[in-house]
């Protein structure tokens, strides 16, 4: 992830999901998986070539088509959004990843609705970022699933509603409890940890008819669902993946700015610490200590 400076302008440069602009899919509301620059996990531009080069002449890989830690860059137009520079560069960063794909899942992956129940399960930074978009949508109740009970304190402050400790449902599982509270299961569920049993639990809570589950959390290579072809027939539910929150990003994160600069979304609340390019290693001990939702990192 980039944010970069031009003068006096700020662009974002994010690298879960590129727009060109002219693919089928970007030209479509229905995608935001571009067909012309598909996102993968590759050390090399989009055109199969690296820009860097070490003192001696060796190639050097890029990260995702963004590499953000050096003092320049090469960046495609396609990975490229101009913001308003109003917005302080320590806040525009958030929406690079993270904060953007959270908000996003709830706003437009799953188009949560005002009044609706909505769970989570893993309140992680992505996690909290779901609350807020679940918040900004106008959710009712919104009840956050996680294995440490500390989290519920803070998951308030992102408009979390109900709390519920994994660690403590023996007798019953995460998904019954979630059905007994909610009355006959959640019309929205995201799984934001990246385990296919969690994602699975989160099918069994998702309401009957028109429930929604949405897969955020990145899980290993190859991790396999288990879901029998009658339950899914049965249950007329939807689960699908969001990738970047379904976020077309020239389109759909300038309005995030507006909401932020606006004081809708609250970005602030995700900063709890920031520190200097040299030490990042210390973000690093702070996000794996759990002591630390985002750090800013100046460079």
């Known amino acids: 992830m980039a944010l970069l400076r031009l003068s006096k302008e700020i662009w974002l440069s994010p690298y879960l999901c590129q727009e060109c602009a002219e693919c089928r899919d970007c030209k479509s509301k229905k995608s935001n998986l571009c067909t012309k620059f598909p996102f993968r996990i590759d050390p090399w531009m989009h055109d199969g070539s690296s820009r860097f080069r070490n003192m001696n002449g060796e190639t050097i890989h890029h990260f995702m088509f963004v590499s953000s830690f050096t003092e320049y ?3 495609h137009r396609a990975n490229v959004i101009k913001l308003d520079p109003a917005i302080p560069p320590s806040r525009a960063c958030l929406l690079v990843c993270g904060v953007s794909t959270g908000v996003g899942a709830a706003w ?39 294995v440490n009970p500390d989290k519920f304190a803070l998951s308030k402050k992102f408009g979390v509603t109900d709390f519920i400790d994994s660690t403590s449902c023996i007798e019953k599982s995460v998904s ?9 299961e959640a019309d929205y569920c995201f799984e934001c940890v990246g385990r296919a049993s969690l994602v699975e639990e989160a099918y069994a ?11 955020v959390g990145v899980d290993r290579p190859g991790t396999l669902l288990k879901f029998t072809s009658t339950e899914v027939l049965h249950s007329g539910k939807c689960i699908m993946g969001s990738l970047f929150g379904g976020l077309k990003p020239k389109s759909d994160i300038p309005i995030l700015v507006k909401k932020y600069m606006d004081k809708e979304l609250e970005l602030d609340k995700f900063v709890t610490h920031e520190v200097g390019f040299e030490d990042i290693n210390k973000a690093f001990d702070l996000l794996h200590q759990g002591k630390s939702l985002r750090c800013v990192i100046w460079m």
């Open 73 to 75: 860059t090469v960046v």
């Open 108 to 146: 437009r992956s799953a188009s949560v609705e005002r009044g609706s129940t909505v769970a989570i399960f893993g309140l992680g930074s992505i996690g909290l970022a779901v609350a807020e978009g679940a918040r900004l949508c106008g959710a009712a109740r919104i009840i956050g699933i996680d």
């Open 176 to 184: 019954q409890t979630i059905n007994e509270m909610t009355d006959g």
């Open 205 to 215: 809570c998702c309401r009957k008819g028109w429930g929604k589950t949405i897969v």
